[in-house]
Antibody, heavy 120, light 108 residues
Framework: EVQLVESGGGLVQPGGSLRLSCAAS????????MSWVRQAPGKGLEWVANIKQDGSEKYYVDSVKGRFTISRDNAKNSLYLQMNSLRAEDTAVYYCARHTLWPWYYFDYWGQGTLVTVSS | DIQMTQSPSSVSASVGDRVTITCRAS??????LAWYQQKPGKAPKLLIY???SLQSGVPSRFSGSGSGTDFTLTISSLQPEDFATYYC??????????FGQGTRLEIK
């Protein structure tokens, strides 16, 4: 059974940092693109970042470029999101999502999400 | 950037009704479009990919159509469990991805 379990969310002050983790199981993690998708309270879905199977390519939505870094450890079946210089508008539930195998363009499994609250 | 616009933003319908939700892309995206269903407090669920392909395990009352800039999600006969929010997602600019703003389907 495919499972994605996020952790690391919490309350952080503006300008602070947080590192999210996503533990994957039930599939060959190293074969899949992976993404982070967020959802602000009462709002829609926003794709944040994704990473190629071997970590050689990483892409970000403009609003987080230079502040967030996506990474993965295939040996540990884990995905990460390092979030720096956090702003109030980064407050959201952050989901880890697996891309479909081929084409890679869609999301077929999602975690339960972890809430990040940026507030003083 | 490709913008995705869904309409309507919300719709009320009854069990057994046929419902259609529309998604329009700001430029042509071929058939690189997916539809997701999200219930309150839950993660999204993939329903349709490549505009019209039904994801495994999804009931056949869900169908998708369209190509280029205009797409539709149709639920042929609404069931109580279908009341949720629906999102379209374009993949033409992969690895950059955008979602529509969502359509909330409510019980009339």
């Amino acid at each position: 059974e495919v499972q994605l379990v996020e952790s690391g969310g919490g309350l952080v002050q503006p300008g602070g940092s947080l590192r999210l983790s996503c533990a994957a199981s039930g599939f060959t993690f190293s074969s899949y693109w992976m993404s982070w998708v967020r959802q602000a309270p009462g709002k829609g879905l926003e794709w944040v970042a994704n990473i190629k199977q071997d970590g050689s390519e990483k892409y970000y939505v403009d609003s987080v470029k230079g502040r967030f870094t996506i990474s993965r450890d295939n040996a540990k079946n884990s995905l990460y999101l390092q979030m720096n210089s956090l702003r109030a508008e980064d407050t959201a539930v952050y989901y880890c999502a697996r891309h479909t195998l081929w084409p890679w363009y869609y999301f077929d499994y999602w975690g339960q999400g972890t809430l990040v609250t940026v507030s003083s | 950037d490709i913008q995705m616009t869904q309409s309507p933003s919300s719709v009320s319908a009854s069990v057994g009704d046929r419902v259609t939700i529309t998604c329009r892309a700001s430029q042509g995206i071929s058939s690189w479009l997916a539809w997701y269903q999200q219930k309150p407090g839950k993660a999204p669920k993939l329903l349709i990919y490549a505009a019209s392909s039904l994801q495994s395990g999804v009931p056949s009352r869900f169908s998708g159509s369209g190509s280029g800039t205009d797409f539709t999600l149709t639920i042929s006969s609404l069931q109580p469990e279908d009341f949720a929010t629906y999102y379209c997602q374009q993949a033409n600019s992969f690895p950059l991805i955008t979602f529509g703003q969502g359509t909330r389907l409510e019980i009339k």
